[in-house]
């Protein structure tokens, strides 16, 4: 599915803006120069892009939606496979950096900026929801044609390091029904 990988491109860009955008403001901000313009335009482009990726997610879960009422079950498996196990390197790298970034934030503010940890956490929870549709609406088709997928997977693929495990499962046991 073409959108979810779009999504899926448009996740990694998230994560290299996440970094250099941060990195930029402060280097713009560098040596008693303040907040200029310059460092509120990286600020509005990372928060555009943000904007961006998020809806290219509702945009994929349309285009799963669409496939899924077309009981299109090629394009809702290669969407899904494209967004579960083609993100693993995102959220892994995602998690170190927001640690990393965040844990320093709040450390150099001393604490005050724990009240925004919630933002990064849900708009990562999001891509995981937008993707996890995608994952659904296959084991809905799969269902529906008769074949064992419990409704355990489904609420699986809409919490964090479970839906991949249930990706995997699912995928596997599929590989080994065919063979």
């Keep these: 599915m073409k959108t979810a990988k779009l999504f899926l491109a448009g996740m ?3 994560l290299v803006l996440s970094v250099a955008a941060p990195i930029g403001i402060l280097y713009l901000g560098w ?8 460092n509120g335009m990286l600020l509005l482009a990372y928060l555009l892009a943000i904007a961006l990726v998020q809806l290219l997610g509702w945009v994929s879960v349309g285009a799963s939606i669409f496939a899924y009422r077309q009981n299109d079950m090629t394009r809702l498996l290669s969407g899904w496979r494209a967004l579960k196990l083609g993100a693993i390197p ?4 995602n998690f170190l950096w927001s640690f990393l970034a965040w844990g320093a ?3 150099a503010s001393r604490g005050i900026f724990l009240l925004l940890i919630p ?6 929870w999001l891509m995981v ?12 088709c799969l269902r529906e044609s008769g074949e064992d997928a ?3 997977h ?5 919490l964090p390091v479970l839906d991949v495990l249930s990706t995997l499962l699912l995928l596997r046991r599929q590989r080994e029904g065919a063979s």
């Design 129 to 140: 929801i937008q993707s996890g549709f995608t994952g659904w609406l296959y084991i809905r």
């Design 90 to 93: 995102f959220y892994m790298l």
């Design 119 to 124: 933002i990064p956490i849900g708009v990562t």
């Design 150 to 152: 419990a409704i355990l």
């Design 105 to 107: 934030i709040v450390a």
């Design 154 to 158: 489904s609420v699986c693929q809409f």
């Design 12 to 14: 990694y860009v998230h």
């Design 31 to 38: 040596g008693g120069a303040g907040w200029g313009r310059s």
